[in-house]
């Protein structure tokens, strides 16, 4: 029930702050034009933004005959777990790592790294595995999902805030002090946000949760352990390239680059991560 709590809320925040911003640029008008996107914008956060994931990774569906090693392992989960099959895909990069994403159990798909594929063995690969689909099972794939749409699309407010502040000057004094003074305030105010809300929605303890699930459903939480401590030095060498908006949507946190990683984290340490599945403290890794 929180995560439908959850959902509703960051929609709703959404299309307050579209409403808002329209009423600010275009009065009466903006903000029914506002409203009209944040329904548009609702609903494929709702019904797309799984498939939008996907595609931002290039990631591609596979069948079974292209990757027998991932489906035998999810098909036998799935079944333990007493949960619809997910569509697998496969995306096309060297950096270690994995998400699951989808509305609902029933539609739900798992993507994977091509470098996941090469780094892990088999039994890690089943640990990482059942981590996405202890999402899928504990139901916070639609919540992640929505969360990255909606998230994306406050950046780009926030970005449209910035434009409007240097064309704020254009007009008369009325709208230099309305487009100037809001887009300012857009600016400072909605990127922060953006990330802000990727935490409240996406806490860290839902990857905590993940860990328990998968580890449960395996009975091998050291598999899971062993993977993460590969997928945390690895990832280092060969960062994934991902956006602020979809970081996360995976197994273990994107390096980021320059931007607020680390102070929007939305993953827990690795460290604590491994002590929680092994009940050892992970000195082999920071």
């Keep these: 029930m929180g995560n439908t709590f959850k959902t509703a809320f960051l929609l709703t925040l959404l299309t307050l702050l579209l409403v808002f911003i329209g009423r600010a640029f275009g009065g009466q008008n903006g903000m029914i034009l506002a409203l009209a996107l944040a329904a548009v914008m609702n609903f494929v956060s709702y019904f797309y933004s799984d498939k939008i994931a996907l595609a931002m990774y290039r990631a591609q569906p596979v069948t079974r005959e292209q990757l027998p090693r991932a489906y035998e392992v999810v098909e036998r989960l799935t079944q333990k777990i007493g949960i619809p099959m997910p569509k697998l895909y496969v995306i096309p990069t060297d950096s270690p790592n994995a998400f699951a994403t989808g509305r609902n159990p029933s539609h739900a798909s798992v993507a994977v790294t091509q470098g996941i594929l090469t780094l892990l063995n088999d039994e890690e690969l089943e640990g990482v595995l059942a981590h996405e689909l202890g999402h899928v099972n504990n139901r916070d794939i639609l919540i992640s999902s929505v969360a990255a749409t909606v998230a994306g699309a406050i950046t780009m407010l926030a970005s449209m805030g910035r434009w409007a502040m240097f064309f704020g000057g254009m007009g ?16 400072l105010i909605l990127a922060p946000i953006a990330a802000s809300l990727i935490q409240l929605a996406v806490s860290r303890s839902r990857e905590y949760q993940a860990d328990a699930t998968g580890a449960h459903f395996t009975g091998n939480p050291y598999a899971l352990a062993s993977a993460l401590t590969k997928l945390d030095a690895y990832s280092r060498r060969l960062p994934m390239q991902a956006t602020p908006s979809t970081a996360h949507l995976f197994i273990i946190q994107p390096l980021l680059g320059m931007n607020f990683g680390s102070l929007f984290s939305t993953h827990p340490p690795i460290a604590k991560r491994i002590e929680r599945l092994t009940g050892r403290p992970a000195e082999f890794t920071q």
């Design 172 to 187: 008369g004094r009325d709208d230099r002090d309305r487009g100037g003074g809001i887009g300012a305030l857009l600016m």
